[in-house]
């Protein structure tokens, strides 16, 4: 019996092994940490407990020991390391990156705020990288009304994998593709501050509460915040049917820091954001996956006169627009290398 049990136990080891990663200077777990593989697929995403649970029985086919992948965060250094050493060791720490140096435009008695942000959207589909785009982007906040009203695309690059997007159109049909092949910004309505804070309770422990259950958890330094929502989970998913579709959302986090120690949309500092859901249609099932990050590169106030004035040269687009090469300025936070070098490769510019 005790052999059996010995066995049995090995197997749930190789199935799935749980890696942590923590904040180098705070010792802190990160949340929604992405681990990513050279080709671009994400292998595991850190939990509230900065845990990365991956099931290396689903993962060793296409991911070899000596193969490098990337643990990347956006407010964090991106590290990488051989497949081989991920799976053996059981922490990671990351080092913060330093904040930059922002822009701030104040007018007397301000009706909207105005965030401007670099973006960057990512999507897979079975493991497949299917969409990419990244651009400046300004987002416009009503104070009065604490909610997003509109934004701005003011530069953007679009990439599609147009082979698989095509044989995927074949096989899956017109609803299916029209929602897996668009690659928007994050859409500020998903803010947790601006979105269902309200509905929500936070302990004293700073954990978050929505009814009874614990969904995320609120983190305090000095002079910054973190805020980590997970609205889905594996063991805890949304089912959903619509015009002959269905779906089970699997993961659904979001991320959010701020430059002081009360989380405010006025010091908002980045966003990330990760879905996972199962998709079933004609008989047909898929993986779809999505990643999302916002960096906040200035905020300026506006009284209501300056906003009707912005109104009518508001871009909402998803074409391929920019004038310089603004991708690579230092500041910005880096796109991961493995789907860097996706770009032009196996995803072409649409434009």
């Not at 029209?178 to 929500?200: A, K, T, Y």
Request: charged content about 25%.
């Amino acid at each position: 019996m005790k052999k059996y049990l010995i066995i049995i136990c090995s197997f749930f080891y190789i199935i799935f092994s749980s890696q942590v990663v923590i904040n180098s200077k705070n010792k802190q777990p990160i949340s929604n940490v992405a681990t990513l593989s050279k080709n671009g697929q994400i292998l595991g995403v850190s939990d509230k407990d900065g845990k990365i649970t991956i099931s290396t029985k689903e993962n060793e086919y296409r991911v070899l020991d000596s193969d490098t992948i990337e643990l990347t965060h956006t407010n964090f250094e991106t590290q990488r390391m051989i497949w081989k050493k991920f799976k053996s060791q059981a922490t990671f720490s990351l080092n913060p990156v330093e904040n930059i140096e922002e822009v701030v435009v104040y007018a007397q008695n301000p009706n909207y705020l105005v965030l401007r942000a670099y973006f960057i959207s990512y999507q897979l589909i079975d493991d497949t990288p299917q969409s990419f785009s990244d651009g400046i982007i300004e987002y416009y906040i009503s104070l009065s009304k604490n909610k997003i009203i509109n934004y701005n695309i003011l530069e953007t690059r679009i990439y599609k994998n147009t082979a698989f997007i095509y044989d995927f159109y074949k096989k899956m049909g017109n609803t299916t593709l029209s929602m897996g092949s668009q690659i928007l910004p994050f859409s500020f309505n998903e803010e947790v501050l601006l979105n269902r804070w309200n509905d929500f309770n936070i302990t004293q422990n700073d954990e978050i509460k929505l009814k009874d259950k614990i969904i995320g958890n609120i983190e305090k330094n000095n002079n910054s915040s973190n805020i980590f929502i997970e609205y889905y989970t594996p063991s805890r998913i949304r089912e959903q049917s619509l015009l002959g579709m269905s779906s089970k959302v699997v993961n659904y986090n979001i991320s959010e820091s701020f430059y002081s120690d009360d989380p405010s949309i006025k010091n908002i500092q980045t966003i990330s954001k990760y879905y996972k859901s199962f998709i079933t249609q004609k008989k047909n099932s898929f993986k779809y996956e999505l990643i999302q990050n916002v960096q906040i590169l200035g905020r300026k106030f506006l009284s209501k006169n300056d906003f009707e004035k912005l109104k009518t040269n508001l871009n909402h687009s998803e074409k391929t627009k920019y004038i310089n090469n603004y991708w690579e300025q230092e500041e910005l936070m880096k796109i991961p290398l493995s789907i860097k070098n996706l770009l032009n490769n196996k995803l072409e510019m649409v434009k």
